[in-house]
């Protein structure tokens, strides 16, 4: 008898893989597609949450590039580079603003990197729509990050 064929040979979709953490595993890309498609594999709670974070940030930033680099959700603006990334993990989400240090109020998580500030928000928690926004056109103002 042969072999059933396996759902990628049938043409189905497999979902992304979760890392540790809760992490989606999501290939490289530039664009709006491969943020959606990490969006999408969020586990839980956290996808409501990603969504609103991507909304808010194309609401301030209508012309935001976007990529997935290195597992994570990367925003910038073109020739500046990169001003903010996300990353989940297992209890929040993490927003790396990559020259933290120069927004007012300064985001309340220190970074290995000097410049660098992360926020996280947990399940249980409501993000601060104005505070985050500001933070955004802050942030984007900036010098970005170029790896």
């Known amino acids: 008898m042969p072999a059933k064929p396996s759902g990628k040979a049938q043409g189905k979709k497999e979902p992304p893989r979760l890392l ?3 992490n989606p595993q999501i290939p490289k890309g530039d664009g709006d597609a ?3 498609a990490y969006i999408a594999a969020m586990p839980g709670w956290k996808r409501e949450a990603g969504r609103l974070i991507d909304r808010l940030i194309v609401r301030e930033l209508p012309q935001v590039r976007k990529a997935v680099k290195w597992n994570s959700p990367l925003y910038g603006i073109e020739g500046q580079g990169w001003f903010l990334g996300l ?3 297992t209890r929040y989400i993490k927003m790396a603003f990559f020259h933290g240090v120069a927004l007012e109020p300064l985001p309340p998580v220190a970074s290995k990197d000097a410049n660098t ?3 996280h928000l ?3 928690e ?3 729509e104005a505070r985050f926004a500001s933070w955004v056109r802050q942030a984007s103002a900036l010098p970005g990050w170029v790896p």
């Open 117 to 119: 500030r992360y926020f």
């Open 122 to 124: 947990h399940e249980d």
């Open 20 to 22: 540790s953490g809760g």
């Open 87 to 89: 990353h989940c993990y």
């Open 34 to 36: 491969p943020v959606q």
């Open 126 to 128: 409501v993000l601060d």
